[in-house]
Structure formats: structure tokens, C-alpha cells
């Protein structure tokens, strides 16, 4: 990904110049190089203005969109403006980067490490007691609930135990490969957990429960592809973390932390 940041100076008809983005933007929303753009003004200084679209490359940009169809109407749009550019640059992202405290993870929504502890718990009880999956997960160890607790809070927000006392992303995929996990089983998988959601009592509203479902189906369809004989995923890669309905990016075919 390739981060432009275009800054104007508009000393002229700012609305003006405001609806003419607005309109340009139909280009950038059909064009398949943008990911994503957004228009800010400054509170301090209302004639500044800052663009930032984010292009699958810089490549993308100046040789897709440039070359492409949707080039010519943006430009017709905001022509008049032109002269109010101050910098039109592409910058590169860096790891650092993070949510800050102003919205909590998911992890604290659900009510910590206690909720995930009830939710595996109760979903272990089901487990062992269903006929498709209870074959799948005889035999397993005492402490599997409480494993299976630290990963889910660790993928919610929660702090990084798995990794730190599991094995982190590499043990859970080895717990995976050449199992031959079955769409029946992945499916009867995601009814007990979600079923185990209800009776430990997570909450219930329809944001959470939407982040809840949404990597559920994520994550369980990853082990389906992991599982199946010849798969060849990534060995290393840090545990997957997700938010209110966002999938964890992916850099290099892996999942960034």
C-alpha cells in the first residue's frame, strides 16, 4: 500500500471547492487502484485543506489510475484548484501503527479474560457431547478450554499470553495441518460456539456480535484451507488481531499483527 497526502491552499470558494472533491470522489470510488481517500480541513486554518487516499501501490497510482478511465473526469473536477496545491507526495506506511484508547478492543467489551474462559468452557461441554465434532476432540487434554481462551483473547484485543505461553500463531496452525477439517465440521464448529456465546452470556449487541461472528467465519475458514492435505501456509506470522468488523490486513500473504 502507498499513502498520498495532497495539501491545498484554497483561497478561493472553499464549499466550492468541497463539492468539486465530493464529485471527483465518484472517480476514486470506481477506481480499482484507491483503497480509500478521505478530505480533511484544518480547525486552525480553514483554507488549508489535506487529501489522503491510500493506492495499492505508487505503481497503482501514476501508472494505473493516471492511464486508466477514471483519470479524466477526477481531473475535470478539480482543475480549477490546481494552482492551490501545496505537496502531492506518496509515503510508505511503517509498523507503527494502532488503535488508541478512545474505543475499546473487543477484548474488553466482551468483560476480559473471565468472558472468553466461560465462553470455551461451555463450548467444550458441547463439543464433547456432539456426534459430528465429539470424535474430533476425544482424547483432549484437560486444559484445552483454557487454551483455546488465551487465543481468543489474544485475537480480541486481550494480552499476548498465547504467544507468550502457547507458541503464538506457529503452534496454532500445527494444531491444524492434516486434519482434513470438513466443511460439516467447520460449520457445526461455528453453531456451538455461537450457541456457547449465548449461554456464557457475551454481549449480545448487534456490533459486537457482528465482530464476533465475522471472525469466527474468518478464522475457521482459514483451518479449513489449512488443514487440507498439501496445504502450504506461512509457518510464522503473529496471531491475528481483530476489530469491530475489520479482518487483520494482510502483508506478504500473512496476517499482520
Avoid at 8 to 16: E, I, K, N, S
Avoid at 62 to 75: A, I, N, Q, S, V
Avoid at 76 to 87: C, G, K, Y
Avoid at 89 to 115: D, I, M, N
Wanted: charged share 25%; hydrophobic share 40%.
Amino acid at each position: 500500500m502507498t499513502v498520498e497526502y495532497v495539501r491545498y491552499r484554497v483561497t478561493g470558494d472553499a464549499q466550492a471547492f468541497e463539492d468539486a472533491y465530493a464529485r471527483a470522489a465518484r472517480s476514486l470510488a470506481q477506481a480499482p487502484e484507491c483503497v480509500d481517500y478521505e478530505l480533511s480541513r484544518c480547525t486552525q486554518d480553514p483554507a488549508a485543506y489535506v487529501l489522503r487516499l491510500t493506492w495499492t501501490s505508487a505503481a497503482g497510482h501514476l501508472e494505473g489510475f493516471r492511464h486508466g478511465p477514471h483519470f479524466p473526469p477526477f481531473l475535470a473536477e478539480i482543475r480549477p484548484w490546481v494552482d492551490d496545491l501545496e505537496e502531492m507526495r506518496h509515503y510508505e506506511p511503517t509498523a507503527v501503527a494502532g488503535s488508541g484508547g478512545a474505543v475499546p478492543t473487543l477484548h474488553a467489551w466482551a468483560g476480559g479474560a473471565g468472558a472468553f474462559e466461560r465462553l470455551t468452557e461451555v463450548f467444550d461441554g458441547k463439543v464433547l457431547a456432539d456426534p459430528v465434532l465429539g470424535p474430533v476432540f476425544a482424547g483432549m487434554d484437560a486444559s484445552h478450554p483454557r487454551h483455546v481462551a488465551l487465543w481468543l483473547a489474544e485475537v480480541f484485543g486481550g494480552p499476548p499470553r498465547y504467544t507468550a505461553e502457547r507458541g503464538g500463531y506457529p503452534a496454532m496452525l500445527g494444531h491444524h495441518l492434516g486434519r482434513g477439517i470438513t466443511e460439516v465440521q467447520r460449520r457445526r464448529w461455528v453453531d456451538l460456539l455461537l450457541d456457547a456465546a449465548d449461554e456464557a452470556r457475551l454481549p449480545d449487541d448487534p456490533e459486537f456480535r457482528a465482530a464476533f461472528v465475522g471472525s469466527v467465519e474468518w478464522g475457521t475458514r482459514l483451518a479449513v484451507a489449512n488443514s487440507r492435505p498439501g496445504a502450504a501456509p506461512p509457518r510464522e506470522a503473529p496471531v491475528p488481531r481483530w476489530g469491530w468488523g475489520v479482518a487483520p490486513p494482510y502483508r506478504d500473504g500473512t496476517p499482520a499483527g
